[in-house]
């Protein structure tokens, strides 16, 4: 799938390196496989995502590429204005794909209600996220999207990130055009 992710990643301004560790992370790389909750194929999305963008994720996986990147700009664009450090960002959209944004804005509205730092995921935005799984936070006037388990959501951006230093140590740059976006 290397050609695929690298063509992907590009599209989508990432590290391909980033892209296969959420790949890894999601599929294990495997275009068949569908989720519990009936996530499809590399990037284990939802069919639904993938007909608000006019794809079926289950025909094939280039097209569950197809819909996972568009599925990544939607969410780029909804934390673009709102978290500035762009590794900071990362953490929010990786987290976004996982749990959904709605989740993740409304850890963010619990995060600065209760005088800590939304702009930042460890130690606070990912703090609250996880108390979205207890009656005085889920009720909260600030919630919108209710009851939330965050655990796998914020075990899903460790572990990918996690993965993607690996991979960067594994795995040099040899793209020129990533060695000039990564500032290298």
């Given at each position: 799938?290397?050609?695929?992710?690298?063509?992907?990643?590009?599209?989508?301004?990432?590290?391909?390196?980033?892209?296969?560790?959420?790949?890894?992370?999601?599929?294990?790389?495997?275009?068949?496989?569908?989720?519990?909750a009936?996530?499809?194929?590399?990037?284990?999305?939802?069919?639904?995502t993938g007909e608000k963008f006019g794809i079926d994720v289950t025909s094939a996986p280039v097209n569950n590429m197809k819909a996972g990147a568009l599925y990544i700009e939607s969410l780029q664009s909804i934390f673009k204005d709102k978290i500035p450090d762009e590794n900071e960002r990362m953490k929010f959209i990786l987290a976004s794909y996982n749990?959904?944004?709605?989740?993740?804005?409304d850890a963010m509205k619990l995060t600065g209600k209760n005088g800590m730092d939304p702009l930042k995921w460890d130690g606070n935005v990912a703090v609250?996220?996880?108390k979205k799984s207890e009656p005085a936070y889920y009720n909260d006037t600030v919630v919108k999207n209710g009851?939330?388990?965050?655990?796998?959501?914020?075990?899903?951006?460790?572990?990918?990130?996690?993965?993607y230093e690996h991979y960067k140590n594994m795995i040099p740059v040899a793209d020129?055009?990533?060695?000039?976006?990564q500032g290298k």
């Open positions: 799938w290397d050609d695929l992710i690298k063509n992907t990643s590009e599209e989508i301004g990432w590290d391909w390196r980033l892209l296969a560790s959420l790949i890894c992370q999601e599929s294990r790389f495997d275009p068949d496989v569908e989720s519990w009936g996530a499809y194929g590399l990037m284990q999305i939802m069919p639904k749990a959904g944004p709605g989740h993740v804005l609250w996220l996880l009851y939330f388990r965050g655990t796998e959501s914020v075990n899903f951006v460790t572990e990918i990130l996690d993965r020129r055009h990533l060695a000039q976006t």
